[in-house]
C-alpha cells in the first residue's frame, strides 16, 4: 500500500478523474502553498503545456509558480524570513511594543523599524531592517497586531483621565441614630406572626459628608450634627485624628459648611506636584456647588465637574456602591448595641461606632467595585447605558382585551354557576392520639415540659417497672433540656456582664458635658459667632454715639448762638465751646462717663433715651470706632482740600 502511494502521479493526486479538473473547490490563502506544489508538479509530469496555463487552472501567481518550478524552495523549507532577528531578538520587540502600547503610545512601522535597527546596532551587526521588515514582521504576527486608525486626543486631557489617584467623588448621606430600618427579615418562632424589633429611635438626623478616588482611597470623614456646641463626650471615641466634627441648626449640610468642607478636602487630598489637577465628580445640590466654593477650587487647581441631575443614583460611585454598605454596616451595629442593652442610642453612641462602621465600609475592592459599576473606571459608557429604560418602550406593547380584568372572556368555562363551590361532603372528625413517648423530642425551654419528661422518668423508677428504650429515651431528652437551660443560664450571665460594662461605659460619656479642647475646627468657629456677635453689638452702640453726638452738638451750637455775653462772663469763651464741640476725643470721652453714671443711677435725665444694655468694653471699643473713622475723615478731608490748591501730598 506503501508504495502504490509512492507511485501514485500527480495527476492521480491533482486531478479529478470525472471531470478532468483539478481538485480544489476553492482558491484560499490557506491552500496556496498547496496548489503551487500542485501546479509543479502537473507541469513536470506534461499534463500543462505551459506555465501560464498551469498558473491560471490553478489560480496561483504566475511569478511564484515561475520560480518554484525553476528551484526555488518555499519559505518554509528555507527556515522562513526571520533570518534578520533572532527569536530572542523578537521576544525583545514584543516586550518592547507591549510596554509602548500599554503606555498609551501606539507603534508605527518607523518606529519598529527604528527599535530593529537599535537591536542590531547594540549586537554589532552591520545590516539594517527595512520598512519592508517592519511589514512583514506585522504580517506574520496578526494575532498580536491589528491596524487601525488613530484618534488625536489632548496630552491634558490624557493625563486627567490617567491620574485615577487624582480622581475624587464626594456626596453626603443621612444617619437616623438608632433607628431600625424597617422590613428587616429575622428569625423568630412560629408562634410569632409579627416580630417587633425594640429600636433606640432618638429621631436625630446625622450627615456624614465622604470622598473616594478611583483608586480606591478616602480621606476622613465631615460630620454634621445639629446642635451649637461639641461636648466631650462627643469626641471621646476611636475616630481618626483628622475626622472633623462640625454643627448646624439640623444637621445639614450648608453653603459655610461646605466651605469648610472643601478646605478638608483640598488639605487631605494635596498633591506632591502643585501643577497636577484634582478632579471632583459632585452632584448639582446648591449647597454644594456654591459660588464661593467654586472659586475656592479654581484658586486650588481642582477641577469640579457636576452630574446631571436624575442620574446620581447611576453615575455616582457613593450612591451605587458605598453608601448601601455604609446603611449596612450602621444597621449591623445598631442591632448589636439594641441587643446589648443600649435602649437608648444617642449621639455619642454613634460617633463612638462611627470608625468601626467606616472601616468595613471604605475597602479598597468595595470603592473600586463602585467606581467599575458606574462605568467610570475602567471606562465602560455601555454599564449605564443598558440600564436607561426606553420612554417610548411601553406604547408598543398590545393587550389583548381578554387579559383585562373584569373581561367576560377571563372568566372559566361553563359561566358563574361553574366557579361555585361544591358542598363539602361529610367526614369523621380525626381522634386524638396518644403522646407517643418513644419518638419525643428534645424539650423547649418550658419548664413545665421538662418537668412532664422528669414525671415520666420518675413515674417508672417509682412503679420498679424494669427500663425500656422509652425511660432511657426521655431520660436523654431531658438531660438535654437541663444542659440547654445550664448553658443558657451562662450565656445570659456573660450577656448581662456585657451589657453592665456597655452601659458604665454610655453612662461615663453622658457625664461629659464639658465643651472639648480638642474640636480645634469647631472652637474657631464658636470663637467667630462670638467675635461677630460682639462686633454687632459695638456696631450698634457706635451708631448711637454717632446720634448721640449730632444731638448734644446741635443742641449746643444752638445755645451758643443764642448766648449772651453777659451771660458767660467768667466762663468759656465761644470759641473754646466749639473747639471742644468739634474734639471727637472730648465728646466721646463724656459720653462713656455718662453712659457710666447712668449706669449706676446717678444723674439721670429724661431728655436722653439711653441703651437698656450696657457693657463698658463695648462702650469703649464703640467710642474708638466712632473716633478713628472720624480722624479718618478730617484725613480725607485736609488731603482733598491740599490737592485743591495744587500741594501734592508724599
Known amino acids: 500500500m506503501a508504495s502504490s502511494k509512492a507511485k501514485e502521479s500527480a495527476v492521480q493526486k491533482w486531478i479529478d478523474s470525472a471531470t478532468g479538473l483539478p481538485n480544489f473547490s476553492r482558491h484560499t490563502t490557506a491552500n496556496l502553498e498547496t496548489r503551487t506544489i500542485a501546479g509543479a508538479e502537473l507541469y513536470y509530469e506534461g499534463f500543462y503545456g505551459s506555465i501560464v496555463a498551469a ?34 531578538d523578537e521576544e525583545e520587540v514584543f516586550c518592547w511594543a507591549h510596554r509602548r502600547i500599554t503606555q498609551g503610545h501606539h507603534i508605527q512601522g518607523r518606529a519598529l523599524q527604528q527599535h530593529a535597527n537599535a537591536i542590531l546596532k547594540a549586537k554589532g551587526v552591520g545590516a539594517t531592517a527595512s520598512r519592508a521588515w517592519a511589514k512583514r514582521f506585522i504580517q506574520r504576527h496578526r494575532e498580536l497586531f491589528h491596524r487601525r486608525r488613530a484618534a488625536a486626543r489632548d496630552i491634558k486631557r490624557k493625563a486627567m483621565q490617567d491620574r485615577i489617584h487624582n480622581t475624587w467623588n464626594f456626596d453626603e448621606t443621612g444617619f437616623m441614630v438608632g433607628y431600625l430600618h424597617k422590613g428587616t427579615f429575622i428569625w423568630t418562632f412560629r408562634e410569632i406572626d409579627t416580630p417587633i424589633l425594640s429600636d433606640a429611635h432618638e429621631t436625630v438626623s446625622v450627615t456624614a459628608i465622604e470622598a473616594i478616588s478611583a483608586a480606591g482611597s478616602c480621606i476622613p470623614s465631615f460630620v454634621i450634627l445639629p446642635g451649637v456646641q461639641i461636648p466631650a463626650r462627643w469626641v471621646s471615641n476611636s475616630l481618626d485624628d483628622d475626622t472633623i466634627i462640625s454643627t448646624s441648626q439640623k444637621g445639614y449640610i450648608n453653603d459655610v ?3 469648610e468642607w472643601i478646605r478638608h478636602f483640598e488639605k487631605h487630598t494635596r498633591p506632591v506636584d502643585p501643577l497636577q489637577k484634582r478632579l471632583l465628580l459632585m452632584d448639582s445640590c446648591d449647597n454644594h456647588y456654591t459660588e464661593e466654593m467654586v472659586h475656592f477650587c479654581f484658586d486650588h487647581n481642582i477641577k469640579v465637574f457636576p452630574m446631571p441631575p436624575h442620574l446620581t443614583h447611576q453615575l455616582q460611585p457613593l450612591d451605587v456602591g458605598v453608601f448601601r454598605s455604609y446603611k449596612h454596616w450602621h444597621q449591623q451595629v445598631l442591632h448589636r448595641e439594641i441587643a446589648d ?16 462602621v467606616r472601616t468595613r465600609t471604605f475597602k479598597k475592592h468595595t470603592i473600586l467595585s463602585s467606581w467599575q459599576k458606574c462605568g467610570l473606571f475602567p471606562f465602560n459608557p455601555e454599564i449605564v447605558l443598558s440600564q436607561l429604560q426606553d420612554t417610548l418602550s411601553s406604547l408598543t406593547e398590545e393587550v389583548a382585551i381578554k387579559d383585562l380584568p373584569g373581561s367576560i372572556e377571563s372568566e372559566p368555562q361553563g359561566g358563574p354557576q361553574a366557579a361555585r363551590p361544591s358542598t363539602p361532603s361529610p367526614h369523621t372528625p380525626p381522634s386524638i392520639q396518644r403522646f407517643n413517648w418513644n419518638n419525643v423530642s428534645t424539650p423547649r425551654l418550658n419548664l413545665s415540659t421538662i418537668q412532664r419528661y422528669h414525671a415520666y422518668v420518675q413515674l417508672r423508677l417509682a412503679t420498679s417497672v424494669d427500663f425500656d428504650s422509652s425511660v432511657t429515651y426521655v431520660y436523654e431528652k431531658a438531660r438535654k433540656a437541663d444542659k440547654t437551660l445550664a448553658l443558657n443560664g451562662i450565656t445570659a450571665t456573660a450577656e448581662m456582664t456585657k451589657i453592665k460594662e456597655k452601659q458604665a461605659k454610655r453612662s ?6 464639658t465643651i472639648s479642647p480638642e474640636t480645634n475646627t469647631i472652637d474657631k468657629r464658636q470663637e467667630e459667632e462670638a467675635q461677630r456677635v460682639r462686633n454687632k453689638e459695638v456696631r450698634d452702640e457706635a451708631g448711637y454715639i454717632r446720634r448721640w453726638l449730632r444731638k448734644v452738638r446741635f443742641n449746643v451750637r444752638i445755645s451758643i448762638t443764642e448766648a449772651r455775653i453777659r451771660d458767660i462772663r467768667g466762663l468759656w469763651a465761644k470759641g473754646d465751646k466749639r473747639a471742644h464741640l468739634n474734639c471727637n476725643e472730648w465728646m466721646c470721652a463724656s459720653y462713656r462717663i455718662l453712659r457710666e453714671l447712668h449706669n449706676r443711677g446717678v444723674g439721670q435725665s429724661k431728655a436722653i433715651m439711653w441703651p437698656e444694655y450696657y457693657d463698658r468694653e463695648i462702650v469703649k471699643e464703640a467710642a474708638e470706632l466712632v473716633v478713628m473713622e472720624a480722624n479718618k475723615r478730617a484725613i480725607c478731608r485736609q488731603t482733598l482740600s491740599l490737592e485743591a490748591d495744587g500741594i501734592e501730598m508724599r
Open 55 to 88: 498558473a491560471k487552472a490553478l489560480g496561483v501567481p504566475y511569478k511564484r509558480l515561475y520560480y518554484r518550478v525553476n528551484g526555488h524552495h518555499s519559505t518554509a523549507e528555507n527556515g522562513g524570513n526571520r533570518t534578520l532577528l533572532d527569536p530572542s
Open 341 to 356: 442593652g443600649a435602649y437608648y442610642f444617642n449621639k455619642s453612641d454613634f460617633l463612638y461606632h462611627l470608625q468601626e
Open 257 to 259: 459648611i461646605a466651605i
Open 508 to 513: 461615663s460619656l453622658q457625664q461629659q458635658t
